[in-house]
Structure formats: structure tokens, C-alpha cells
């Protein structure tokens, strides 16, 4: 199983971005998909999230501007910013909690390889 993220750069504050994280190799169930982002000198936190059933959650400081959606079919996360700020400059990782194929897996996490934004006043 593998997630490839893609989508970061470097914008001005007021701007948007958007990315996108595609998960590949056997999967037998993926189940919650999310962002997280990491700023330097900073525990990683969570941006938001989308449950299988299409519940999302968001941290407070990005409702209202992000918005997180996944496409089942694809097996794709995105995450659409909008009106960023200079706060928002960090490394985003995206965050799939899955069964890949195969009788002795279980449920687990994996991590996309994280993609840098970066937002300029």
C-alpha cells in the first residue's frame, strides 16, 4: 500500500491550494481518510478528516476555509484551502486508516510522504 500526495506550494496569504492524496496496492477496506499538517517545531495535528460514511471533521482553526473530500471509487482524499494564511504554512501529510488485501492484515494507518505549503504575507 502505498499514498501519494501531491498538490503543496508556495501561494500568498489570501490564496488557495489544493491537494490531493491517491492510495494504491491491494486494499481490502479503507475507512477513515484525513490531513494532518506539521509546522516546523510543532506536533503534527490534524486538519480534517472524512469517516467512510462521509462524516468530516475539521480542526477550528481551518473551518470555514479547508474542505475535505474523498472519491471511494479512486481511493483518493483531497483537501481544498481556501483563504490561507500564513499559519497555514506547514507540511501536510495525508492519513488513510485501511485493511490492505491479504488474510493476515489487519487494520492500520499508513502516511502519505508529506508535501510542503507554504504561504507568504
Known amino acids: 500500500v502505498q499514498l501519494q500526495a501531491s498538490g503543496g506550494g508556495l501561494v500568498q496569504a489570501g490564496g488557495s491550494l489544493r491537494l490531493s492524496c491517491a492510495v494504491s496496492?491491494?486494499?481490502?477496506?479503507?475507512?477513515?481518510m484525513g490531513w494532518y499538517r506539521q509546522a516546523p517545531g510543532d506536533q503534527r495535528e490534524l486538519v480534517a478528516s472524512?469517516?467512510?460514511?462521509?462524516?468530516?471533521n475539521y480542526a477550528d482553526s481551518v473551518k470555514g476555509r479547508f474542505t475535505i473530500s474523498r472519491d471511494t471509487a479512486k481511493n483518493t482524499v483531497s483537501l481544498q484551502m481556501n483563504s490561507l494564511t500564513t499559519e497555514d504554512t506547514a507540511v501536510y501529510y495525508c492519513?488513510?486508516?485501511?485493511?490492505?488485501?491479504?488474510?493476515?492484515?489487519?487494520?492500520?494507518?499508513?502516511w502519505g510522504q508529506g508535501t510542503q505549503v507554504t504561504v507568504s504575507s
Open positions: 496496492g491491494s486494499i481490502f477496506s479503507i475507512y477513515n
Open positions: 472524512v469517516t467512510s460514511g462521509g462524516n468530516t
Open positions: 492519513n488513510v486508516d485501511l485493511i490492505a488485501a491479504g488474510f493476515w492484515e489487519r487494520r492500520r494507518e499508513y
